[in-house]
């Protein structure tokens, strides 16, 4: 992962997840957005059958989308045919460069199992983040998409991504106006002057039900 | 997307190397057919062929300042079976020896007749080489264009007007230097490929025109709403997760103002095609000598580098999707 002039002029580097934010609305009415975009794992991934030399392939066995450092020529047409620009080349190593879903962490067994997840996954201080199997129907992620209402980015392409989002969750109560006013409050100050007319105050009756 | 110069001169320079082939063998073929009278230039189909080879070859030097693994490079041809890229790159030395060996032929006078057609004409080596090569040329042209039609991301470029364009500029340019490289030689087949180049060159323009057309007329399929998955017309980006800039910015945008752009359009259509037009229509009605060559060879040169600029354009053109999540740093 290069970071090249880190305290010059023009920096640069090559990120696999980069948290970028958007505002939604006009002020004042905006919300913001973080959102990280990083590889997706595309089931239907369009960047590896144009790989030329075979360095950019989906595992079949996990369905994680790779690129052999050592195949790489460097060519970036992978990264051309990835619409989400997921894809970027090393400035150094002159190799292209992505999320590889920290493959060298799940797999370890010197990690205790709790902690076979990738790296994002395990720092996220609000727990945003979810790792699982998208195909096990029972799994955390495979709920949460479905329960949650889960979705993909630019599905007009077909490209499937494995990275589902989640809706932003917002906790919302609906009240109406009258709501905030009881219209029939026996206890209020109008009530009770009308109700203090001799031979009309409250009697039990009105302030309970049997 | 960002116009590298490696790629606008390997696709121009291959693509004229051959659209001259094609030129070189087409005179062949009207000749022993008798489609015209027959002329013994032996030099020019050699002189043609070593040209157009030299084309290619300083095409294939170009192309690997793109890669960022220039030594890596012969692993390129592994996946045939999916990838144009690795096709152009089986596809490009083939059709190079091919037209070598036509030559070649041509050279060591390998013409006399190695079996007849019913109708009499005498089929010799070099025409069986040629037929090869014009096979080859073909298979390269649509593996070159394919490259970039076949990316459904990039819209602009997703048509099979790209693979048309890349065969009518290619034979186009082609022709012209056909037509210069014949008249330098002094051979009597300079208005015979001055004709031709300039139907070529009306050709490519119509199909140019037409892909134009088609891209005005493009609707993203993609936009911020489906990029972030957030149903809302106001969304704008605040940051894209670095203060500077990355491989997103410099690979996908051509950085340049709008009007640059249009500029470049306009030369291009100036370049690559009124002025040959011109250029090669003032060579027909010149009988011969120094002055046919000056014009057609200036023809060559202006569509050539209209060529530059027109693919500097087909790349400025085309909008990658990705660009929606990198619109400002703000
Ligand atoms: S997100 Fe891009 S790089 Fe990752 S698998 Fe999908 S298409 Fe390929
Ligand atoms: S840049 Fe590397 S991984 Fe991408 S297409 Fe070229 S060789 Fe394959």
Excluded at chain 1, 46 to 72: F, M, N, Q
Excluded at chain 1, 100 to 124: G, H, Q
Excluded at chain 2, 155 to 180: C, D, K, M, R
Aim: contains cysteine; hydrophobic residues 40%.
């Amino acid at each position: 992962m290069v970071d090249k002039n880190p305290y010059d002029a023009n920096p640069t580097g090559t990120f696999f997840n980069r948290v970028q934010t958007f505002e939604i609305g006009t002020y004042p009415k905006t919300e913001t957005v973080h959102f990280p975009k990083s590889c997706l794992h595309c089931e239907e991934p369009p960047c590896v059958p144009v790989c030329p030399t075979g360095a950019s392939y989906k595992r079949e066995e996990d369905g994680i989308v790779l690129v052999d450092y050592d195949k790489c020529i460097g060519c970036k047409y992978c990264s051309w045919a990835c619409p989400y620009g997921a894809r970027e080349l090393d400035e150094q190593q002159k190799v292209m460069k992505k999320c590889t879903l920290c493959v060298d962490r799940i797999y370890d067994e010197s990690l205790p199992e709790e902690e076979r997840k990738p790296a994002c996954v395990m720092s996220c201080p609000t727990s945003a983040r979810l790792f699982g199997d998208v195909h096990d129907e029972d799994s955390e992620v495979s709920i949460a998409i479905r329960e949650n209402g889960g979705y993909q980015l630019m599905p007009e392409w077909g490209t499937k991504p494995a990275n589902h989002y989640l809706p932003r969750r917002k906790t919302r109560i609906k009240i109406h106006e009258d709501e905030l006013e009881r219209v029939d409050n026996p206890l209020s100050k109008e009530e009770r002057k009308r109700h203090n007319a001799p031979g009309e105050g409250p009697s039990l009756d009105d302030m309970t039900s049997w | 997307m960002h116009p590298a110069f490696s790629v606008l001169f390997l696709t121009t320079l291959i693509g004229a190397g051959q659209g001259l082939f094609l030129a070189l063998f087409t005179g062949q073929i009207f000749q022993q057919f008798k489609l015209m009278p027959e002329q013994h230039e032996p030099d020019f189909y050699v002189i043609g062929s070593a040209v157009s080879v030299a084309l290619l070859l300083i095409g294939l030097f170009a192309s690997f300042f793109h890669l960022g693994r220039p030594e890596r490079a012969w692993r390129s041809a592994a996946q045939w079976r999916t990838s144009w890229l690795s096709r152009e790159v089986i596809a490009l030395p083939i059709t190079m020896f091919a037209i070598a060996a036509y030559g070649a032929a041509h050279y060591f006078g390998l013409t006399h007749a190695l079996f007849f057609t019913p109708g009499g004409t005498g089929i010799d080596a070099t025409l069986l080489l040629g037929l090869f090569a014009t096979i080859a040329t073909y298979a390269l042209f649509v593996c070159t264009g394919m490259i970039y039609g076949c990316i459904r991301f990039l819209q602009e470029w997703h048509t099979p007007l790209t693979v048309i364009n890349f065969i009518l500029l290619g034979t186009a340019s082609g022709f012209t230097i056909a037509t210069a490289l014949s008249a330098w030689m002094g051979t009597e087949l300079t208005h015979f490929y001055a004709s031709w180049a300039i139907f070529f060159t009306l050709t490519a323009f119509v199909f140019r025109i037409a892909s134009m057309i088609r891209n005005r007329k493009i609707k993203p399929k993609s936009d911020m709403n489906s990029a972030i998955g957030v149903r809302h017309s106001g969304v704008q980006q605040k940051a894209q997760g670095s203060m500077c800039g990355s491989f997103n910015t410099r690979e996908y945008f051509h950085g340049k103002k709008a009007t640059f752009v249009t500029t470049i359009k306009y030369i291009f259509i100036f370049l690559a095609f009124l002025t040959p037009l011109v250029l090669l229509i003032m060579s027909l009605g010149i009988s011969s000598g120094e002055s046919i060559f000056v014009v057609s060879l200036f023809a060559a040169i202006a569509q050539y580098l209209g060529l530059l600029a027109e693919r500097w354009y087909f790349f400025a053109d085309a909008r990658h999707p990705q660009n929606l999540y990198y619109q400002q740093v703000s």
